[in-house]
């Protein structure tokens, strides 16, 4: 926990989807530690390195807007790729007019958070860093200072980037809306928390420079309150159910 920050983020539209609602998307009131995980992972990976979740403080009033749009039902084949690759004659090409369809989604806007996390080591390929903690911290802090990342960091889905992130010595909650604030304790039910790969980010097979992994996992989910714009997460995490 000594190797904790505070990070301030901010964007025009967001959406952490139910996982109840499968056709179109719905967004939870909040994000989701998850969601938050994947941010910071845009920002600074590495297989050594697992983020937490400790506190998400709302500043902004929990605003929903409905879009709709058009999204294609499939994706490129990996497998076509790699045979035109070989000079056979699968095309990899997929075209949108046939397989679009209009979906709707029920998304949030002008989203503000505050998100204090810290970071642990999972033991993976760092058998021989020396002071692998106050390296990776060092890193970390760095990329978050001068706005590094590798991907865009979103909120949620891609679709909806960050607008903007800044680290922070201390969270300033006079900043949080009065309708939050009147809201109270709210007991935002059973949400996700995260999905949880079963090969523990592990090659299955074994080899780090061709590595292949499982597409096995779960859903953690826990039921965690609000109260008057701050998620406790730490404190919720001790009732995780699958």
Not at 37 to 50: D, F, I
Not at 106 to 132: C, P, R, S, W
């Amino acid at each position: 926990m000594s190797y904790g920050f505070k990070v301030l983020v901010e964007g025009d539209y967001a959406c952490f989807t139910r996982p109840e609602l499968k056709v179109e998307r719905v967004s939870y009131d909040v994000p989701t530690p998850g969601a938050l995980e994947g941010m910071l992972k845009s920002v600074y990976w590495k297989p050594a390195v697992r983020y937490v979740i400790d506190k998400i403080i709302v500043f902004h009033p929990i605003d929903f807007i409905n879009i709709r749009r058009n999204e294609v039902k499939e994706k490129v084949k990996f497998k076509a790729v790699k045979n035109q690759m070989k000079g056979k004659a699968e095309s990899p090409c997929i075209y949108t007019s046939k397989i679009r369809s209009q979906r709707a989604s029920m998304v949030l806007k002008n989203v503000k958070y505050g998100i204090a996390f810290h970071f642990e080591l999972t033991g993976l390929k760092n058998e021989e860093e020396q002071d692998a903690e106050k390296k990776h911290y060092n890193i970390i802090k760095r990329r978050l200072e001068k706005g590094q990342c590798f991907r865009t960091p979103c909120l949620g889905c891609s679709e909806f980037p960050i607008k903007s992130i800044s680290l922070l010595e201390k969270f300033d909650e006079n900043m949080i809306s009065e309708e939050i604030i009147a809201m109270g304790d709210v007991d935002l039910g059973f949400m996700s928390y995260k999905v949880q790969f079963e090969d523990g980010g592990k090659p299955i097979n074994g080899d780090w420079d061709n590595p292949k992994f499982s597409d096995k996992a779960s859903t953690l989910y826990y039921r965690p309150h609000m109260i008057n714009g701050v998620i406790d997460v730490e404190k919720y995490r001790e009732g995780l159910k699958c």
